[in-house]
């Protein structure tokens, strides 16, 4: 049983341009969500995504979109890329809605020069 | 707003011994809280969580006790062994489940 799976596992830009994280979410899991985590600093909520519809929207700028396919698999992209921009880019499912834990993929170490 | 927060950026225990770590939470409205561990170079992996109607739930040599009027929680591992050795970082989020805000994280290393 497929856990969530990320790729790229790393990923090297420069400044102004743009990037898409790719993500798979569990198997039998519809809701992917997506966090920001910068060194030293937990995950930091970026938007979460439920039939194919954004749902919730944390504190991050437009330049951050998503989309999610019909097989529940979901891409984070980021345009005009700063240098603050640099962190791990954390992917994570869960079944449906209500209190459920949310489980994590290894993440996409994104690095901008 | 780090509505939660770990103050303790890390703590050191021998091994056998209880491991304690701490988390407090600003927001009165959160009604489900959890435990992650996370390993250099993975992903966080869940551990244990605690809905706000308990004040305590256990699993093996894990315990989460939660105490609503303090906005505090805590994370009792017994006993602790070298292997437990990560980063544990605590979340919590509202009815809705979606967003989950989480602690700085405290690194905990056991000692052989």
């Known amino acids: 049983d497929a856990g969530v799976t990320q790729s790229p596992t790393h990923l090297i830009k420069t400044r102004g341009q743009q990037v898409t994280l790719r993500c798979s979410p569990k198997s039998g899991h519809d809701t992917v969500s997506w966090y920001q985590q910068a060194l030293g600093q937990g995950p930091q909520f970026i938007f979460q995504?439920?039939?194919?519809?954004?749902?919730q929207r944390g504190n991050f700028p437009d330049r951050f979109s998503g989309h999610q396919f019909p097989n529940y698999s979901s891409e984070l992209n980021v345009n005009a890329l700063l240098l603050g921009d640099s962190a791990l880019y954390l992917c994570?499912?869960?079944?449906?809605?209500?209190?459920?834990?949310?489980?994590f993929g290894d993440g996409t170490r994104l690095s901008i020069l | 707003d780090q509505q939660v927060k770990q103050n303790s950026p890390s703590l050191s225990v021998q091994e056998g011994r209880i491991s304690i770590l701490n988390c407090d939470y600003t927001n009165s409205m959160f009604d489900y809280f959890l435990w992650y561990k996370k390993y250099p170079a993975e992903g966080p992996t869940f551990l244990i969580s605690?809905?706000?109607?308990?004040d305590k739930n256990e699993d093996g040599r894990f315990t989460v006790f939660l105490n609503k009027s303090a906005k505090h929680l805590s994370l009792h591992i017994v006993p602790s062994q070298p292997g437990d050795s990560a980063v544990y970082f605590c979340a919590a989020t509202l009815n809705t489940g979606n967003q989950f805000y989480f602690g700085t994280g405290t690194s905990l290393t056991v000692i052989p």
């Open positions: 995504y439920y039939e194919e519809e954004e749902r």
């Open positions: 605690i809905s706000s109607i308990k």
């Open positions: 994570a499912s869960s079944p449906g809605q209500g209190n459920q834990p949310q489980h």
